[in-house]
């Protein structure tokens, strides 16, 4: 049987294509994601417009083929130069491109939203989709999630997906230790293969301070049944043998945690929440919501209005907007963070490494690419998602610092998404506002590696089958109440 291929960066067949606009993907970026087509080298030079043919053969309408937004630096770049290049000197800026190309497909070719339905799901990233599957395993079939634009548009397709248990308390940890559970056998009970495999994180310590921090974070995860250790030098080489050893003085080690490829995780998720009866509607915006005494009474969307009977906000760095047009306040702050992905490169790392200090972090995928961010304690509060010259200067020479067999690693992609950041670096959860309008927001960047944990409790907790202290610890009026304990050991 011969196969014809659309994407030869990515050996992406016109089948795979096929099964996309079948599964209820008609636009391009969509398309995208679901195939991983013009992800390659040539950024689809080659293949969207053979990808685009199809679309319109199958029957998709010219709107909704629009060429997809082309990640810089467009063509491959070392990081070598790239790290010759001054950021100080380059301005923090909204990046390119300001906005992605909007592709939408025409309100006569979508199903009509129902006229109501006993839950509504804000946000189709991977909190609103993992919960949206576990109500209805739970037998909560008449769920509907919203989603302004396609499957993986904001945070959970825009992440380094790293899944790690070394947190600095107990919830954190025994929620994580529960996702890594999780994700160990996601693609058996999913049918989606995510690539996930357990190499481990490997926290570099530069300073004497940052030593004495993951000796007692190591200590303290030892109690709670963590594998931790504080590695020396040596150790730590013989882990990552291309480390330079200068850069560091020790580093902490967890050989179970792992790392994941986003993207399919978001389709596993929706394709068995809809088999079960649940629905997904993506471009479709919420523009308010109509409210009664102490309930919210209907979702109000810009393509019709949805009573209802509960409303869940998982929106990610957009919750803050979604929660002001029912008047609820969130102390959240979106802010972008930048991500790259390089070349494919012969397996050579096994863990994540991060280098605490500077929020450096990369990893290196199962296609053997190196993926990697860094945070910028400049950048200001907002939902901006371009990509800067500045991030990849700086990474580049962070990265550098740390392996400097890397400098001549070229660039593929950058990106960026937004953490949605609370002030304790904790998430917001439960009711707020109103007695059946939730929150599931403010994961502050680990909201992926949580969201399966996260997801099951909530679920257990709205059909009546118990309440987590998660709960009762997160709430929005704890801001009000007190001081609270700020999570501190944030990547990015």
Not at 141 to 168: I, P
Not at 485 to 492: L, S, T, V
Request: glycine share 10%; aromatic share 8%; with cysteine.
């Amino acid at each position: 049987m011969t196969k014809s291929i659309v994407c030869a960066c990515e050996d992406v067949l016109v089948e795979e294509v096929r099964r996309a606009f079948l599964a209820g993907n008609r636009d391009l970026e969509s398309v995208k994601r679901y195939t991983g087509f013009g992800t390659g080298p040539c950024q689809g030079k080659s293949c969207v417009s053979l990808v685009a043919r199809e679309l319109l053969r199958l029957g998709a309408t010219p709107a909704e083929v629009l060429p997809f937004t082309v990640r810089p630096p467009y063509r491959p770049v070392p990081l070598g130069a790239l790290a010759a290049i001054a950021p100080d000197e380059l301005p923090l800026d909204d990046g390119v491109p300001v906005a992605p190309a909007e592709a939408r497909t025409p309100a006569a070719e979508l199903a009509p939203l129902p006229a109501r339905a006993d839950v509504v799901i804000v946000g189709g990233g991977i909190m609103g989709l993992a919960l949206a599957y576990e109500l209805t395993r739970r037998g909560t079939r008449d769920v509907l999630v919203l989603e302004r634009a396609y499957l993986n548009a904001g945070a959970s397709g825009r992440n380094g997906g790293g899944v790690r248990a070394q947190w600095t308390t107990p919830t954190m940890i025994r929620l994580a230790r529960r996702s890594l559970e999780l994700c160990d056998r996601f693609a058996v009970e999913m049918g989606v293969n995510v690539w996930f495999r357990r190499g481990g994180y490997l926290f570099l310590a530069p300073t004497p301070e940052q030593v004495e921090r993951i000796e007692r974070n190591a200590d303290f995860h030892r109690r709670e049944g963590l594998r931790t250790r504080v590695l020396g030098r040596a150790e730590a080489l013989e882990v990552v043998p291309q480390l330079d050893p200068a850069r560091f003085l020790a580093a902490s080690y967890n050989p179970d945690d792992g790392v994941v490829f986003p993207w399919p995780f978001l389709w596993g998720y929706a394709g068995r929440a809809e088999a079960a009866g649940a629905r997904v509607a993506t471009f479709t915006t919420v523009t308010g919501f109509e409210r009664a005494e102490k309930r919210v009474t209907a979702v109000v969307t810009d393509r019709g209005r949805v009573a209802c009977d509960l409303v869940v906000v998982a929106a990610g760095a957009w919750s803050k907007e979604v929660a002001a047009l029912a008047g609820v306040a969130l102390p959240n702050r979106p802010t972008r963070h930048e991500i790259l992905v390089t070349e494919p490169m012969k397996p050579w790392l096994d863990p994540l490494v991060s280098v605490l200090g500077n929020g450096l972090y990369f990893s290196q995928s199962q296609r053997g690419e190196l993926v990697g961010g860094m945070g910028d304690p400049l950048e200001p509060e907002g939902v901006v998602q371009g990509s800067t010259l500045r991030f990849l200067a700086r990474f580049a020479r962070a990265a550098i610092d740390c392996i400097p067999l890397l400098a001549g690693t070229r660039v593929l992609r950058q990106w960026a998404g937004c953490y949605d950041v609370t002030p304790d670096n904790n998430p917001v959860l439960g009711p707020a506002g109103f007695e059946n309008f939730h929150q599931l927001s403010g994961f502050v960047g680990h909201g992926f590696m949580m969201a399966p944990a996260v997801a099951e409790l909530y679920a257990d907790w709205l059909t009546g089958r118990g309440k987590h202290e998660l709960f009762e610890q997160f709430t929005l009026d704890r801001f009000t109440r007190g001081p609270v304990a700020r999570e501190d050991f944030i990547i990015g």
